[in-house]
């Protein structure tokens, strides 16, 4: 992988006791070292792996904000720290007109990778580190905490200069469950979801069980092809890509590399030749999984219609052939602590 740092801004948001957001300014861009090169690339993968992603793209607005912030700089008529500042002081006022005491370190990066610019934004928290010496002394610090990236949203400025109309040039994290980054992100970035990728998601899952509904598969090679569609749509969403038609139609049929296309255009399903996908709504091709009610319970696709059976007029799930640990859990619980020995039921231990 290789990830060119262009320029690297780095502010403090705190939050006072009196419960007041105050920004902390970096006086200079953060020097470009081996080291911030490398902290780049993991905060790059580590925005590519966020599973729920959303694509947006910059409304018109009467008030001047991020867009009109970038475009100076896109000009030359403002350096990037000046964007960067700008950038940290908008965010505050959002953070303050929703009444959101969000505190952390604020980042604007701009670099370059593979074809591709980009402006990452992320608003980074800290976690405590600890660590032994030489001489067994015991100190510590404060890291940043990638891997709990919640606010972060990253700009294609090579897509927004050269395919803005399809409206895709923001992707953003879509943050914690029960918490919209649109409420105050996406109002201080100034733009709106344009990509529902989500629905996107659920056609092409869609898509591929009729295709294989339909197709003279056996059971084996059905799994085969949904554990390769998966594995192609994790993959790609890892490194940033979106989905392309062409890939997925040679995934899904090796022999005839063009008959998912064609499945699709002759149906009128609405696949794009290139669209982004929501992970997480495509695990049902490998996995099936919910919770509810005191239950919780996930087991591999292929296993339904053979040891798992669902019966849809009474709602009832049929399990042939338990988890050993499940087993023992439950013969113990119904014969009796006693009676069951750790080899089996109807067995008892001698002294």
Same mark, same amino acid.
């Given at each position: ?8 801004? +780095?502010?403090?948001? /705190? ?7 105050? !920004? ?87 670099? $370059?990778?593979?074809?591709? *610019? ?46 803005? #109309?399809?409206?895709?040039? &923001?992707?953003?994290? $879509? ?34 069980? *009729?295709?294989?509904?339909? !197709?003279?598969?056996?059971?084996? *090679?059905?799994?085969?092809? =949904? ?7 994790? *993959? ?9 038609? /062409? ?14 296309? =064609?499945?699709?255009? #002759? =149906?009128? &399903?609405?696949?794009? #030749? ?25 087991? #591999? ?6 040891? +798992? ?10 399990? =042939? ?31």
């Amino acid at each position: 992988m290789s990830v060119d740092v262009l320029a690297l801004a +780095i502010n403090y948001l /705190q939050a006072t006791e009196s419960e007041q957001l105050t !920004a902390h300014f970096r006086k200079e861009l953060v020097p470009v070292t081996a080291e911030v090169g490398l902290f780049i690339e993991q905060l790059h993968l580590g925005y590519n792996a966020k599973p729920a992603k959303g694509y947006a793209a910059f409304v018109t607005r009467p008030e001047a904000g991020f867009a009109d912030s970038l475009g100076r700089w896109q000009q030359q008529e403002q350096p990037f720290l000046a964007l960067a500042e700008q950038a940290t002081a908008q965010l505050v006022v959002q953070l303050t007109q929703h009444q959101i005491q969000e505190s952390g370190y604020f980042l604007l990066c701009h670099y $370059r990778y593979l074809a591709s *610019e980009y402006v990452l934004i992320s608003l980074l928290g800290s976690k405590e580190h600890f660590s032994v010496a030489a001489d067994l002394s015991l100190s510590s610090a404060k890291h940043l905490d990638i891997a709990r990236m919640q606010l972060a949203a990253r700009l294609d400025l090579t897509d927004y200069a050269t395919s803005a #109309e399809q409206g895709k040039y &923001i992707s953003f994290n $879509r943050g914690r469950a029960g918490r919209k980054v649109s409420d105050f992100f996406m109002d201080f970035l100034g733009c709106e979801e344009t990509v529902d990728v989500k629905a996107n998601s659920k056609v092409m899952l869609a898509s591929v069980e *009729e295709y294989l509904a339909a !197709a003279d598969y056996d059971a084996a *090679e059905k799994h085969d092809v =949904r554990k390769q569609v998966f594995q192609y749509c994790d *993959e790609q969403t890892k490194n940033g890509q979106e989905i392309s038609l /062409q890939a997925l139609s040679a995934t899904v049929d090796s022999s005839d590399e063009r008959a998912f296309t =064609r499945f699709c255009q #002759e =149906r009128d &399903i609405p696949v794009a #030749e290139q669209f982004a996908v929501e992970v997480k709504e495509l695990k049902t091709l490998v996995k099936f999984a919910g919770s509810g009610g005191g239950v919780s319970i996930n087991f #591999e696709q292929k296993l339904l219609g053979d040891r +798992i059976r669902y019966d849809a007029a009474t709602d009832t799930l049929v399990i =042939r052939g338990t988890p050993p640990n499940l087993r023992d859990q439950l013969q113990k619980h119904v014969l009796g602590y006693s009676t069951v020995a750790p080899d089996g039921p109807n067995k008892t231990q001698t002294s």
